[in-house]
């Protein structure tokens, strides 16, 4: 049974740092993303990293104040968030795909086949 489990959300003020766990069980996975969605918004990509955790790819949005990372032996990934905004608001999540992150593709939702359930980051101005 494959399951994904993120954690580490949570209420912060701007400018402030959260750090998302994503615990993956089942099998070894290759690359590894963290969305997110907004209310009322469309679920977006955040980042991405490879299988080996040597390639990362973020949203511009973001690119600069979150770093990706994994753990191969824990099967888990990272997502250390810094100058945190209020639109940084929405519940992320984490997701694998078949696919290599240098792919275009690699940043579509409908690319990933494994979800977790979500964390809840809210970020007050």
């Known amino acids: 049974q494959v399951q994904l489990v993120e954690s580490g959300g949570g209420s912060v003020q701007a400018g402030g740092s959260l750090r998302l766990s994503c615990a993956a069980s089942?099998?070894?996975?290759?690359?590894m993303g963290w969305f997110r969605q907004a209310p009322g918004k469309e679920r977006e990509f955040v980042s991405a990293i490879s299988g080996g955790g040597s390639l990362t790819t973020y949203a511009d949005s973001v690119k600069g104040r979150f770093t990706i990372s994994r753990d191969s032996a824990l099967n888990t990934a990272f997502l250390q968030m810094n100058g945190l905004k209020a639109e940084d608001t929405a519940v992320y999540f984490c997701a694998t795909t078949v696919l290599p992150i240098t792919s275009a593709r690699a940043m579509d939702v409908r690319e990933y086949g494994y979800w977790g359930r979500g964390t809840q980051v809210t970020v007050s101005s």
């Open positions: 089942g099998r070894t996975f290759s690359s």
